[in-house]
């Protein structure tokens, strides 16, 4: 088999109904942050779990490494129980795990070069070995010139570089991304994503992410996790859980895109049913090949001259093209029948949202 | 001024240095495990131990808490145990010395919780023993506040030591009162606090520029 072909139905991190409570302190009550987890990690993918704040993702990204160990059920790293490890087993563990966080957490007192150094230093690599390994790091990162600076010296998004090579300095064979760029304005969020996307890619790296931001599990998940109050409420190929969400959790997270929601002056005229005169407001889904075709001029062409367009989107999900668009057409039974004609012509997914005058 | 009084004020000034150097780098060398210790020995931090981490603290309050002239005679035998007398230079380094442990490990202490939280959870997840974490991460992000608190706790060992004076230590302080006070030489009294202001600046400045020259937490250049 190739090696760089993922091989997604091979397993790196696997919850098994995995349960956290914390125990009660002062005045806050026990509380239970993660209810009965269970989901795998596939080897080499990039997997996203997505949930709002206080949902509990990063008490499941701790779980991984064993910052926080489990209530009950079992979490294992490449088949490895992590709550079953002695302190030096976990020691051992997190050297193979590489974390990157929020805050980027780099020594103020360390160079460049220092922080990418220390977990090698920690691992008691000799200077030599740790000279050889930094330097190409820096380079991955695009950060060799700076190797001299300290982090006060340098943007939001190159300390995330300098996260991520020193993350990967131990040569570990996961990384946990915990909300990675959610201090990061979106230019530099796109870039740090694409740098992800590579390391993926070229080192065959595994990388668990959890962020609150749907744009972020568009750009690089291959698969995703919907966790909402401490449960897994929907999960799947990344793609499949944009064009089909389930959960109302998933659809509300979702609604923050752009180009998925209506413009407020037609979500305000929306009525369930129509009367005498209405247009009908309906979203198409497209996909594949479909999104590449010249669908608006075909439907303009089958419906009348009397379609117009509301919203729309044309998007990449997880490597795939989609597209949605959401149109006004006259809800007589003459049009609509013509347009619904077209729709299943065309293999297209609609949504009757409502009726505008 | 006569020859003689100089030479008074030299020896004195030597004496003063001898005491807080002598004083501070015990001091400083025994408060700084102590600081620590408390600031990685509560419950869920590095090396949890509540219990010893509370007694540790009542200690060091309770020292502090002591003003130093009680602190100087309740420790009299323990001085004359150590260095054989109780009055003079010598004998006044060890109630400045005890006094500079709780003070020192109390600043050291508040340098080292002052740390983000983050890059002790970054460390541990690179796979540090709590050991590398103290000595690879706390100490060196905490050495600029560390040189600070060194700095305050000598200028404070400085005023200390002129205490000392009054229960026959030795030193500037000493000789302000022997002279200044009881033979009506505000002259040499004048001189006394110009020096001492003279060691508390020069102390100050220098450690607030190798504090500077340590903190990397800012830009500049
Ligand atoms: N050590 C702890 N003790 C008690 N409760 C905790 C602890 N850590 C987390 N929690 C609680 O568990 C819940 C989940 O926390 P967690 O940090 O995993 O959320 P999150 O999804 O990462 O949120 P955010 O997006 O804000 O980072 C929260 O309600 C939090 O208050
Ligand atoms: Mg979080």
Redesign the interface.
Known sequence: MNASVPVFDDVTVAFQRVSKRFAASGESGAFTALNNVDLNVGRGSITGIIGRSGAGKSTLIRLV?G?EKPSSGKVLVDGVDVGALDEAG??????S?G?I?Q?F?L????TVFGNVA??L???GMDRRAIEARVRPLLDLVGLADKHAR????LSGGQKQRIGIA?ALA?EPKLL?SDEATSALDPETTQSILELLKRINAELGLTVLLITHEMEVVKAVTSDVAVIDKGEIVERGHTFDVFTHPKHETTRALLSGLPGSKLPDAVARGLKPAPSAGDRAVVRLTFFGATAERPLVSQLIKSVGAEVNIIAGTIDEIGGKPYGSLVVAYAADAETSGRAERFFTENGLVTEVLGYVA | MSPDLLLLIAKATFDTLRMVAIAGLIGSLIGLPIGIFLATSGKGELFPAPNINRIVGLIVNATRSTPFIILVVAIIPFTRLVTGTSIGTKAAIVPLTIATIPFFARLVEAAIRDI?K??I?????????PT?IVF??LL??A?PALTLALTMTIVSLIGYSAMVGAVGGGGLGDLGIRYGYQRFRPDVMLIVVVVLIVLVQLVQSAGDRLARR?D????KN
């Open positions: 490494n910052l976990l020691r051992n563990l997190r050297r795990v974390m966080f805050h957490n020594l103020s007192s360390h220390l977990p230093e920690i691992a300290y982090p006060a010296e020193r131990t946990l | 983000d983050g890059l959870e970054a460390a541990r997840a690179m796979g540090a023993t590398q690879k991460v060196a992000e050495r340590f990397k937490r800012s830009r």
